[in-house]
């Protein structure tokens, strides 16, 4: 390799992930960042406090454990720890409230409704098992071309199974709209769902994991080796081929070369930085789509301290209780809040509200900052799956590749970030871990299948 060099464009945990995996096999790496800090949807948010400050995430907050066995890796890698989260919904709509506990009152209007989605969940769990191998363990990358499920709405399989569409969007929408980062869900195919429920189940809380600390650190501890070669602020605007080389520009007229490329922002900002882009990068690139492009309701959100923005007779108990807060308006309208002071690790002891608010019409006090959010996620949908099972055609050719959340079936930190791994594999980087580790060794596999077509040799 000797001192091949590789530009990263983009600082989430695919870019970041790359980069890393790069240099430990002896890259010469830079790695670009457009915003102020590394991290993309994991941001660490600091909160004023009583002698000082507090930090947490504000997106990316807790994951599963029994599916993120390269993430663990990583972190046990880094030195970082990690603890459980529990994970519990408050809904309230204009027709009564849900809680989860089977004793709400939206949980005894519903319960022949929910007998019914259980039915559903272990119909389309049977049906998708007949596609997948028998003896695989639990993962979240093992994918069938063949299934039918794959082009089937969840929505529409549901209806066939008697769930009312009064039921869909007063408790499916709102639970799942934090997983998904949008109400606009119909389009979900129904491969996901016995995933879905193995991860978020509609009736009952569960439980995820989380860092010990903040998020920061993760990329901090990723990016100390080479950090010289980490530059936050640079908007990469143009990619062209000069002299054999590439010239990337950033937005300020900075140039930088290297001998490859990885591109790990959104698809859109690659199409627009290439210069020359061919008809199949237009085709898929150009036709990738977000979250924001059809549903704005997460599109921006508020960091505050101002829990008024609860009912009043439930204030306390949501504030303490549960993680997040939904509200319908009856007219077709989400709120939704994340309660990051109620169980987060450490936050609770500051005596402080700590929340993050999408979609609010309130007049909301208390505010420490406000943000957009676009092109963070994109649509799980058949037109987003086709778009990412054809990119294995764009890979590597003229020295470009491509990671991130459009290059993988739903935007998860671990897919994601094996995403990353996938792409420094491809440009000749070996698997960064112990191979002693089946189920994580078994799960790079099947990245690379799905991104690249086939798996590399070790």
Request: aromatic share 12%; hydrophobic share 40%; charged share 20%.
């Amino acid at each position: 390799m000797g001192n091949l060099k590789v530009a990263i464009v983009g600082g989430g945990i695919a870019g970041v992930g790359a980069a890393w995996s790069l240099h430990r096999a002896g890259y010469d790496v830079e790695l670009f960042e457009k915003a102020p800090a590394l991290g993309g949807n994991a941001k660490t948010f600091r909160w004023p406090v009583e002698n000082g400050y507090a930090e947490s995430p504000l997106l990316v907050i807790a994951w599963p454990d029994m599916y993120y066995h390269n993430y663990h890796l990583l972190l046990d890698e880094l030195g970082l720890g990690r603890t459980t989260l529990p994970i519990s919904y408050f809904v309230r709509s204009p027709d009564g409230d849900f809680r989860q506990d089977g004793e709400s009152a939206l949980d005894r209007r519903f319960a022949g409704q929910f007998k019914r989605w259980r039915k559903l969940v272990a119909f389309v769990s049977r049906f998708c098992d007949f596609f997948l191998p028998k003896d695989r363990h639990e993962s979240i990358y093992y994918f069938s071309y063949f299934n039918p499920m794959n082009v089937i709405p969840l929505y529409w399989i549901a209806r066939l199974f008697g769930i009312s569409n009064e039921f869909w969007h007063t408790i499916f929408v709102p639970v799942h709209s934090a997983t998904f980062i949008t109400t606009s869900m119909k389009r979900i195919p129904a491969v996901i769902l016995p995933i879905l429920e193995s991860i978020v189940p509609l009736e009952k809380p569960c439980r995820m994991s989380t860092w010990d600390g903040p998020p920061r650190q993760v990329f901090e501890r990723m990016t100390t080796a080479f950090a010289t070669g980490v530059h936050t602020e640079h908007e990469i605007s143009r990619v062209a081929r000069e002299n054999g080389r590439f010239v990337l520009e950033d937005a300020k007229g900075r140039r930088y070369e290297a001998d490859k490329v990885v591109f790990a922002c959104d698809a859109h900002s690659v199409l627009d930085a290439l210069e020359s882009p061919t008809w199949l990068q237009r085709l898929l690139l150009g036709n990738s789509q977000y979250v924001d492009d059809v549903d704005p309701t997460f599109s921006k959100f508020v960091v505050h301290s101002d829990a008024s923005i609860f009912p009043e007779e439930h204030r306390d108990e949501i504030a303490s209780k549960f993680n997040t807060y939904v509200e319908l308006d009856g007219k077709g309208s989400l709120e939704c809040t994340f309660v990051l002071s109620s169980q987060y690790p450490g936050l609770n002891q500051h005596g402080v509200p700590m929340l993050v608010t999408f979609n609010s019409d309130k007049p909301i006090d208390k505010v420490h900052g406000r943000f957009d959010l676009p092109r963070a996620n994109h649509t799980l949908c058949l037109r987003n799956l086709m778009i990412m099972s054809a990119m294995r055609f764009l890979q590597g050719k003229n020295d470009i590749h491509y990671c991130g959340t459009f290059t993988t079936p739903e935007g998860g930190h671990d897919l994601s970030f094996m995403s990353g791994l996938v792409a420094a594999r491809a440009i000749g980087a070996p698997y960064p871990f112990r191979s002693d580790n089946l189920e994580a060794v078994a799960d790079f596999h099947q990245m690379q299948r799905m991104m690249l077509g086939r798996a590399l040799p070790d």
